[in-house]
């Protein structure tokens, strides 16, 4: 069973860059039938879909996070990564990675809260 | 910018049926959208019920059903359990040139 840990810096100042890691476990990223994806919740909040990586590189994102957000793999290390830049408080939130596969974003990690303070 | 719209909130009995949709801004939700459904609890990951509308995932319990139902993803919960008290989201998926999935809202539902 597949096990996902998101891992990073709880606290973020503002202007600065968000990066956070997810390392996958009882899997393969380089699996080819996955994609594997950033979702988000701001507190008392509803989700929001942030982008997804595929093992090549090919990233897709959300149009309202275009612009100021990367992903990538390392499949060295089992591993993708976010990073997301210019934070503002509107960016505090937890921080979900997942697994997309043919049965849709079945596999997540527990979550880790990201605050933007200065 | 796509918005895909559910219940704010919603109330059933122990034991009784409700059904939850999820609609999108652009137009009926086919199965071309690949709907997922998923439950998610105070202080808990969301757990995922459903994929691709109307499959279920080995861990998904009997009473929780997917469909398509008058342009919408619908979830329906037939013999409701207090422990279905959650709050659900529905997630759907865009094609296109630049490929994304939008979160729905949420319904909270409340077992009362």
């Known amino acids: 069973q597949v096990q996902l840990q998101e891992s990073g810096p709880g606290l973020v100042k503002p202007s600065e860059t968000l990066s956070l890691t997810c390392t996958v476990s009882g899997g393969s990223i380089s699996n080819s039938i996955h994609y594997w994806g950033w979702i988000r919740q701001p507190p008392g909040k509803g989700l929001e879909w942030i982008g997804s990586?595929?093992?090549?590189?090919?990233?897709y994102f959300s149009p309202s996070l275009r612009g100021r957000v990367t992903m990538s793999v390392d499949t060295s290390k089992n591993q993708f990564s976010l990073k997301l830049n210019s934070v503002t408080a509107a960016d505090t939130a937890v921080y979900y990675c997942a697994r997309k596969g043919d049965s849709g974003y079945a596999d997540w990690g527990q979550g880790t809260l990201v605050t933007v303070s200065s | 910018q796509t918005v895909v719209t559910q219940e704010p909130s919603l109330t059933v009995s122990p034991g009784g049926t409700v059904t939850l949709t999820c609609a999108s801004s652009?137009?009926?939700?086919?199965?071309?959208?690949?709907a997922n459904w998923f439950q998610q609890k105070p202080g808990q990951a969301p757990r995922a019920l459903i994929y691709?509308?109307?499959n279920k995932h080995s861990w998904t319990p009997a009473r929780f059903s997917g469909s398509l139902l008058g342009g919408k993803a619908a979830l329906t919960l037939s013999g409701v359990q207090p422990e279905d008290e959650a709050e659900y989201y529905c997630?759907?998926?865009?094609?296109?040139?630049?490929?994304?999935?939008?979160f729905g809202g949420g319904t909270k539902l409340t077992v009362l």
């Open positions: 990586v595929y093992y090549s590189g090919t990233t």
């Open positions: 652009t137009g009926a939700v086919t199965s071309g959208y690949n």
């Open positions: 997630l759907l998926y865009y094609g296109g040139a630049q490929p994304s999935w939008v």
């Open positions: 691709s509308a109307t």
